[in-house]
């Protein structure tokens, strides 16, 4: 009798399970049923997709996001760069003064990079056939064959190798970013500010919250800045610095990303370390970089 009341008890939680995940199944397609208009990640009217962008976000399975802030980019804001003074350096054992891309290098100067090198449809094909980039955004963005968006030209580029980084800095005559220096450039002036604009974690004022889809535009979140004015080092994309794993440190050559994605809420932040593949690429590997200054 008993053995039989358990079996009971575990039908019913099985059957009230599969009803609720029925009904969020349900509600998410209806909620997306009932929304108007196109899959956008700001509300100006002047970065309003076409309505072929919208079939596209559709046929793609790409979810409209309205969790991505109001807020205007402008062409200023892509290669913007931010110089950090000597004396804040060598407080925090940097040894010279540099100067750092005040946000993540962008999709539109990347595409600039690759059509200027001849790699745009081999980096394409790599991308589609190699590594993990579940973002449709960022390849229709690039090849222009869709009918997409001004705003994602402005979209932090990512689907990016370790060494495809390095050559896009190398290329800008800049380079990726030491640990030393980064991690600098994201607290700011205060040594304690495990978020950059402040030491304690503040969902609203970065791209972390946990189930966020994909990223937002470089310039979206305007509160995401330190008092130095570097924008999104914590969440929206993982950044690549130039960093390699030693001999013996893995079992084999990690490279090394800080700051956190999009989906990592309070453990995306200055301090945390990711150690991934420095060939392989995702939706939330991006990158900037930074030069030295006399």
Known sequence: MKKRNIFLALLALSCI????????????????????????????????PLKKATKYLQQHGIPIDKKCPNHRCGNE????????????????????????????????????????????????????TFGYCQDPR????LDRKQDTP??????PMACVTYYEAKAYCAWKNMRLCTEKEWELACKGT??????????????KRCRTKFYSR??????????????????????????WVDYLSKPGEFSSVFGLQKGGDFNNEDKSNCEVRYFHDPNYSSESYGFRCCQSVQ
């Open 214 to 239: 994909y990223a937002c535009a470089i310039c979206a979140h305007d509160q995401c800045v330190n008092d130095l004015g570097v924008f999104n080092m914590v969440g929206n994309v993982y950044e």
């Open 77 to 128: 804001d892509i290669g913007k760069t931010v110089r950090i003074p000597l004396e804040l350096c060598k407080q925090r054992g940097v040894e010279t003064a540099f100067q750092i891309h005040g946000y993540e290098v962008a999709i539109g100067e990347f595409r600039r990079f690759l059509d200027a090198t001849g790699q745009l449809d081999g980096f394409i094909d790599r991308v589609r």
């Open 150 to 155: 001004e705003i994602w030209d402005k979209l």
């Open 190 to 203: 205060n040594a304690k500010n495990l978020y950059g604009y402040g030491e304690r974690y503040d969902s």
């Open 138 to 141: 960022i390849l229709s963005a």
């Open 17 to 48: 399970a599969a009803v609720a995940l029925k009904g969020f199944v349900f509600s998410d397609k209806k909620n997306a049923a009932k929304t108007k208009g196109p899959a956008t990640f700001t509300n100006d009217d002047e970065f309003q």
